[in-house]
Structures are given as structure tokens and as C-alpha cells.
């Protein structure tokens, strides 16, 4: 077992939908939580960035941690074609420097 | 510059030969950071410098791999005697030290033949 799962997809989407994108995790010791969003043959991009558990909101983003069930979610409202793209989450210790990643979720928003 | 940088974008090298790829950091970051990403993965991490210092190679798969930072900015990752398996995207993040926000460079995509 991984130590970061997310659901590969594909996840299709009419544009203007709220999309829900998850990762689950094993490490209970895992602190810092990342959202990247990384387009076909570029580099990650960083989203979102949260600190133990609770929400975040940045513009049509919204982070949140759940650390009793290991769980963490990025929403998308009113997503556009632009947002289609791999979703990485990524975590690391509180001490630690390298993240670890999920394997990624592809979104496609149709327009 | 404005961004991490990365060079070559592209690199094809038979099977045996040495690569060379470099890293270069967002001004005033003094943490650099290597990770491999295999198609259709998220990225693994391979090694961590501050300044000059290597101060975890943890994830650096064999000693086939080496990577330099000598003068604290520029990185250098280099792979001797490349196999199959090697082929990915090598990507090159940087930070603020004791930053979580780690930005990521465009990669180098090697390719192994």
C-alpha cells in the first residue's frame, strides 16, 4: 500500500461544475498538505498549502484537512477548461523537507 | 529569473551512457530539491540540499546517481551508465528554508533507448 492514494481518473466534468478531488493517507504523522496542479509535459504548480487539520479558501479553491480519518480534499467551484490538468496532492512530517506525493488525479472540464 | 529553471528540457541517451541535468533555483532560495516522476505518477523525491550542504540523498535509487550544488545555487544531478528504467521526468523544486512551498521547475525529460 502507497502511502498517499488518490483515484487516478480520468474525472470528466461539465464546465461550471464543483469538482471534488481526495487523497487518503497512512502516516498519521504527516503535518503539512500541498495541492499542486500540474499541466500535460510542465511542472507542478503549487495551489493550495495547509497546515494540520481545518479549511482553507483561496478564490475558487478550497482546502481541507481531515486528520482523525487521514483524509484531504481540494474543491474546485465553478470550474473552467483551464483548471483541466493532473492534481497532486503532496504531504511531508513536520520536521521533514521532501514531500510526498500522490499519484495524481486527472480532471477534464468540458466546455 | 523569475522561475527554477531546467536544462536540457529534453535529453535522449543510450543505454550505458553518463547525463548531466541542471538545476537552476529561484533567487534567495537556499533549499533545492530533485525528484523523479515516472508517467503517469506523482513525484518521488531523490535528494535535498541547503546552501552547498546534501543534507538527505535518501531517495537517490542507486549510486549510479550523484548530485552536486557546489557553490550553494546552481545543482548539477548526474546519472552514470544509464538504464531503461531511468527514463522519467527529473524535476528540480526550490524554497525559502523551513518553507513547505515548494516551487517546481519544467523538468527534464530523459529518455533511456
Known amino acids: 500500500q502507497k502511502e498517499v492514494e488518490q483515484d487516478p481518473g480520468p474525472l470528466s466534468v461539465p464546465e461550471g461544475a464543483i469538482v471534488s478531488l481526495n487523497c487518503t493517507y497512512s502516516?498519521?504523522?504527516?503535518?503539512?498538505f500541498m495541492w499542486y496542479r500540474q499541466y500535460s509535459r510542465k511542472g507542478p504548480e503549487l495551489l493550495m498549502y495547509t497546515y494540520s487539520s481545518g479549511n482553507k479558501e483561496d478564490g475558487r479553491f478550497t482546502a481541507q484537512v481531515d486528520k482523525s480519518s487521514k483524509y484531504i480534499s481540494l474543491f474546485i467551484r465553478d470550474s473552467q477548461p483551464s483548471d483541466s490538468a493532473t492534481y497532486l496532492c503532496?504531504?511531508?512530517?513536520?520536521?521533514?523537507?521532501?514531500?510526498?506525493f500522490g499519484p495524481g488525479t486527472r480532471l477534464s472540464v468540458l466546455p | 529569473g523569475a522561475g527554477v529553471s531546467q536544462s536540457p528540457r529534453y535529453k535522449v541517451a543510450k543505454r550505458g551512457q553518463d547525463v548531466a541535468l541542471r538545476c537552476d533555483p529561484i533567487s534567495g532560495h537556499v533549499s533545492l530539491f530533485w525528484y523523479q516522476q515516472a508517467l503517469g505518477q506523482g513525484p518521488e523525491f531523490l535528494t535535498y540540499?541547503?546552501?552547498?550542504?546534501?543534507?538527505?540523498k535518501s531517495g537517490l535509487p542507486s549510486d549510479r546517481f550523484f548530485a552536486e550544488r557546489p557553490e550553494g545555487s546552481v545543482s548539477t544531478l548526474k546519472i552514470q551508465r544509464t538504464q531503461q528504467e531511468d527514463s522519467a521526468v527529473y524535476l528540480c523544486?526550490?524554497?525559502?528554508?523551513?518553507?513547505?512551498?515548494?516551487?517546481f521547475g519544467p523538468g527534464t525529460r530523459l529518455t533511456v533507448t
Open positions: 503532496a504531504m511531508t512530517l513536520p520536521y521533514g523537507q521532501n514531500f510526498v
Open positions: 523544486a526550490s524554497s525559502f528554508p523551513g518553507s513547505r512551498e515548494q516551487y
Open positions: 540540499f541547503q546552501n552547498e550542504a546534501q543534507l538527505d
Open positions: 502516516n498519521s504523522a504527516f503535518q503539512y
